[in-house]
Structure formats: structure tokens, C-alpha cells
């Protein structure tokens, strides 16, 4: 479900295919995991080039994430949005609550 | 003059909205035909032919006879790989006093100066698209002949009586027109019954709670209910049977018809077709298979409601047969301490108008033991459960509306589902209405479960409370 990698001291989530209900606990388990193996990283980018679509569990997910990131110092962006989940992303106005960035690495230089 | 209307013409972009065919896409609240069919009537011509195609049920159910336009009208079937111009040139002897002849998605857009006696003196107008026709005006067989024949012929014919030929050829085209009429110009074809002082246009059965923040310009049909605080308009057309939820914002959008909006979202620039969100800008569509954010409104009854209710009753006997002993055992106790009895209350029920349900009321406000016992383990429910059985009631669904004091809400509610256990049950704060309304909405066996196994614990945990 995720690809996680470390860039410049940035957590950079890579996700591939559908954030949806029945695929949301696996993205959370993951993160977590890398979270607890990696505490130093404070900021992320997830990435998401590869997600297809994304409901409301999906976003909720992503926010969760947000709001856990942010309760540890840190802050979390969005990259590589495709065309339906940003439709999602407006319809929920989930666009004000994250930073969304056309690349990754756009999002990485924006922590610097 | 014969008016030939040709829907069957295959159209690749309004597949996206999915729904109704392209000839009964709606531009501001009403079908696409339904204009052609209003140009017929200003042209006072008598017959009207409708070419049907794969959607043609759909078209026919409501043309219908044509009375409501004043028009007769006669449906023929379009045959597989025929040209318009062919089956034209086939009824020629048909339109020797002249033709008005509709293909393909075409409005005729009315200018600030159009009038309708203005059609009286339109010359003969051909406007084609990839050669073939979508809009003919003759007023003789010659004319007619030579636009077919592909003959020079006005191209400018609506111009001169101040309209404008518009060809939705794609969904930015159909969402710009929609937007244009929503923006004033829709009171140029405005007909009787409808108000447009202030450029907006309400329809009937409009439920608007009062949080609601309604701007001008938009246009609202019929059935429409608007959670509180919720924001429509400017330049928002919303059709008919659609339910917006609690705090979302609807500006520059057009919501078609049987459209649920969940809670909170932002619908800015976007088509919104039952589940689909289309942006108008680049034609993209998403599909959501999401009930919390847009959906389709649920039919009034589905094979699926009926396989729901079977299960449920096999579940509220169950639930009888384990309360049985217990209520045969408490019950009696608790009325001999007389701080409780049932008594016979008045409320609304779908098939027969009012029913007299038994409801536990308490009658000393005193703190007991054994009341609270009886309440902790639902027995006070089970006279109504023995309704279910009964098929009187549903096992969980909306709460039972009284008579006469929700008699005001009840006609608000499209669906009445009178259920033993509701939201309320375990969520004191919920809304009635909306809960009512949403349950509607997303009616389901794992819906009934979740109140169900919810009502029952939550319940349990309070002792009665």
C-alpha cells in the first residue's frame, strides 16, 4: 500500500492504488510502523502520484495523519494530487487543510 | 409545417452524466426537449414526430401524448445506421407545408431582443455538425429540399429574430449554458408560475429550514431540502428530489436531479449527477462510491428493501422469543408498583394513515430499581417488537412520528420508515428530521444492524436512563 523513504530528513509516503474504506487501516498500520522506526522524521510528503480515487475514509485518513504529525512538531504535504482525488479534495475542502504540491520534490524543498 | 425531433442521435459527452438521455438533460430545471417542444407550440404547429432511440421509454413517458404543449404527437423509431437527412428524404411527402426539424443536443438561446412572434419571420436555417443536421427551418418543400440537399441556406437565420444557435457539443458547453441561464438569462423562457424579481426561482415542496443562506441567482426545483446553514447560490441550479446536508456550500454549480450532497462539501464549478462529480472544465468524471459525500437518492422501494425487511423479521422475532419471559415476568411488577403502564398513543403509519402504538409511560416520578431494569433490557419495546412481527412496523428505521404534533415533519419526509429503534435511541442529540432524512437515504441491512446492536447496548449501559 505505502513506499516509505527518507529524503533530506523528510519522511517522504509514497501510496499506490485506492485510498478508500476497505484500504485506509493498512495505510495507518504502515505509517505508524515507519513512524516508530524512523521518530527522528518529523515532516512527510505523502505522495500521491498513484492514487486513483479516495472517499471520505480515505481523506479522513489523511487528515488523522495530519493532525498526529502536527501533535509531534511536525507538518505534513501533499504531492503529484491526480485529477479525481482532487476533485475530492475540493468537494470536502480538504484543498485549505493540506499543502499540495505539483511534485515531491517541490514538497520537500517547501520544508526547507 | 411538421416538427420532427430527433433523440436518438448517439451523444458521447452526455454519457458522462449518466441518467437520463441527452434530450431530457435538464438546462435550468427543465429537459432540453422540453423547449423544443415549447418552440412547436409558439410555432403553432400541429404535429410534432419524435425519432426515439435506445433511451426511448424514458422520452416517451414524458412527451407523452403532447396535450401539455398542445401538440399531437407521433414517436417513430430510428433505424440502426440511417442518417437524419436519409429518414428526412424518406417523409418527404410529409413536409410539403415545411419543416422544423431538432438533432443532436441544440438550443436555441433567446437574446435580450428575441420575441416570439419574432419566429414568424425566421427565413430558412440549416446548421449542421460534421455534415449532418441538427436544425432545420423551412417553410415549404422546396426550402426544405434544398437545405437537405446541402443548398445554401440562411446561416444566420436565428440571428436575425435575436437568438443564438447553441450546440452543447461537449459538458463545458452544457454546464456554460447552464450557468448562463441561471445567471438572468433563464427569465427569458421563464413560464407562468414562476417568480424572477430577484433573478432566482424557487419550485415547490422547497424545504429551507431557516440557517439556510439562499443567494440569488440560482434556480430551485421541486423536493428540495436544505440542511440548516447550508449556502446556495450564487449561480446554482438545483433540480428536483435533491437533499443538501448540513453546512455545504453549493455556488456556480448544477446539481441534477435525485442528487444527495453530504455534510459540509463544497460544490464550486462542478456538475453533480447522483454519485458523479463532473468538472465542466476539462470533462473529468468521478464516480463516488461514497454515501457521505454525493450519492444518488435512494428509490422509494427496491428489491433490496424487500430482502431487508425479511431478514429484520426474522431478527425482531428472535428479539421477541429472548423478551418474552423477561417482559411476562418484570412487566407485572412493574404495574402492580404502578410507575409505569403502556398506553395507546396516536401516530402516522405509511400504509393506513394512523396507528395507535403502546408506549410506556412513566407515571411516578420516582426512582426505581425495577423500571429501570426494564427500560436497561428494551422490554419497554416490546409491544412493538410484536408489531414487527406483526408487519405493523419496521424493526429499526425512523422514529415514529406522533399525531397530531409531527404532522408538520411527516410531509417533509418523502419515505416513512415507523422503526422500533432509531438514531435517537443512542445519540440524544440527533435531529429528528435530518435523521429521518439521512436514514432514508442510506437504508440498509448493516445500517438496521448497527441501530439495532447500538440502540441495544447503548440502552443497557444507561440503565434506563
Known amino acids: 500500500m505505502i513506499d516509505c523513504t527518507k529524503q533530506d530528513g523528510i519522511g517522504v509516503v509514497r501510496v499506490g492504488g485506492a485510498m478508500t474504506a476497505a484500504t485506509v487501516d493498512s495505510f495507518r498500520e504502515q505509517l505508524a510502523d515507519w513512524q516508530e522506526r524512523e521518530p527522528e522524521v518529523k515532516n512527510f510528503v505523502v505522495d500521491l502520484e498513484s492514487v486513483d480515487f479516495m472517499d471520505s475514509a480515505g481523506l479522513g485518513t489523511l487528515i488523522a495523519a495530519l493532525k498526529r504529525i502536527s501533535e509531534r512538531g511536525g507538518d505534513m504535504k501533499i504531492a503529484c494530487l491526480q485529477k479525481k482525488p482532487r476533485m475530492v479534495f475540493e468537494i470536502t475542502r480538504a484543498h485549505k487543510v493540506f499543502e499540495i504540491y505539483n511534485s515531491t520534490e517541490d514538497a520537500v524543498r517547501a520544508f526547507a | 409545417m411538421i416538427a420532427v425531433l430527433n433523440t436518438s442521435c448517439h451523444c458521447v459527452w452526455a454519457e458522462a452524466i449518466g441518467g437520463p438521455p441527452w434530450s431530457l438533460l435538464p438546462i435550468a430545471n427543465r429537459p432540453l426537449v422540453d ?124 440571428e436575425s429574430v435575436h437568438a443564438q444557435p447553441w450546440i452543447i457539443k461537449d459538458i463545458h458547453s452544457y454546464y456554460d449554458l447552464n450557468m448562463k441561464m441561471v445567471a438572468g438569462e433563464f427569465t427569458r423562457y421563464t413560464t407562468a408560475g414562476f417568480s424572477s424579481g430577484d433573478r432566482s426561482s424557487v419550485g415547490y415542496n422547497v424545504h429551507t429550514p431557516p440557517s439556510s443562506h439562499l443567494q440569488a441567482p440560482i434556480l430551485i426545483a421541486d423536493d ?21 446536508d448540513s453546512n455545504s456550500e453549493l455556488i456556480d454549480c448544477l446539481v441534477l436531479s435525485d442528487t444527495y450532497i453530504g455534510r459540509n462539501l463544497d460544490i464550486h464549478g462542478k456538475i453533480v449527477a447522483g454519485n458523479r462529480v463532473i468538472s465542466p472544465d476539462d470533462g473529468t468524471v468521478i464516480e463516488i462510491d461514497d454515501s457521505w459525500l454525493v450519492a444518488r437518492n435512494r428509490p422509494q422501494m427496491r428489491a433490496e428493501d ?127 428530521l435530518v435523521d429521518s432524512l439521512w436514514y432514508a437515504h442510506i437504508r440498509s441491512l448493516y445500517e438496521d444492524l448497527k441501530i439495532l446492536a447500538k440502540s441495544l447496548l447503548s440502552r443497557f449501559l444507561r440503565g434506563g436512563r
Open chain 2, 35 to 158: 423547449y423544443w417542444l415549447e418552440m412547436c407550440s409558439d410555432l403553432k404547429l400541429d404535429l410534432v414526430q419524435v425519432m426515439l432511440g435506445e433511451d426511448a421509454k424514458q422520452v416517451e413517458d414524458y412527451i407523452g401524448d403532447g396535450k401539455r404543449w398542445n401538440l399531437r404527437i407521433e414517436y417513430a423509431f430510428a433505424r440502426t445506421g440511417e442518417a437524419p437527412c436519409d429518414y428526412l428524404c424518406s417523409i418527404r411527402t410529409r413536409w410539403s407545408d415545411g419543416l422544423l426539424y431538432f438533432g443532436y443536443p441544440f438550443f436555441i438561446r433567446r437574446r435580450q431582443a428575441f420575441r416570439i412572434e419574432g419566429l414568424n419571420g425566421l427565413r430558412p436555417t440549416c446548421y449542421r455538425i460534421d455534415h449532418d443536421p441538427v436544425f432545420i427551418f423551412a417553410r415549404g418543400k422546396d426550402e426544405a429540399d434544398a437545405l437537405l440537399l446541402g443548398e445554401a441556406g440562411s446561416h444566420s437565420g436565428l
Open chain 2, 224 to 244: 428540495c431540502r436544505f440542511g440548516p446553514m447550508t449556502t446556495v447560490g450564487p449561480n446554482a441550479v438545483v433540480a428536483n428530489h435533491v437533499i443538501v
Open chain 2, 306 to 432: 424487500i430482502v431487508r425487511c425479511t431478514i429484520l423479521w426474522f431478527v425482531a422475532l428472535a428479539v421477541v422469543l429472548i423478551q418474552l419471559i423477561p417482559f411476562w415476568v418484570i412487566y407485572p411488577l412493574v404495574r402492580i408498583s404502578r410507575i409505569a403502564r403502556f398506553e395507546r398513543l396516536t401516530f402516522h403509519d405509511p400504509r393506513t394513515g394512523y396507528i395507535r402504538l403502546p408506549i410506556l409511560c412513566k407515571r411516578r416520578n420516582v426512582r426505581s430499581p425495577l423500571f429501570s431494569a426494564f427500560k436497561a433490557l428494551s422490554l419497554d419495546r416490546f409491544p412493538l417488537l410484536v408489531l414487527v412481527v406483526r408487519g405493523r412496523l419496521f424493526l429499526c428505521g425512523q422514529p415514529p412520528m406522533r399525531h397530531p404534533e409531527d404532522d408538520e415533519m411527516i410531509k417533509q419526509l418523502p419515505e416513512y420508515y415507523p422503526g422500533v429503534f432509531c438514531y435517537q435511541d443512542y445519540n440524544k442529540e440527533s435531529d429528528r
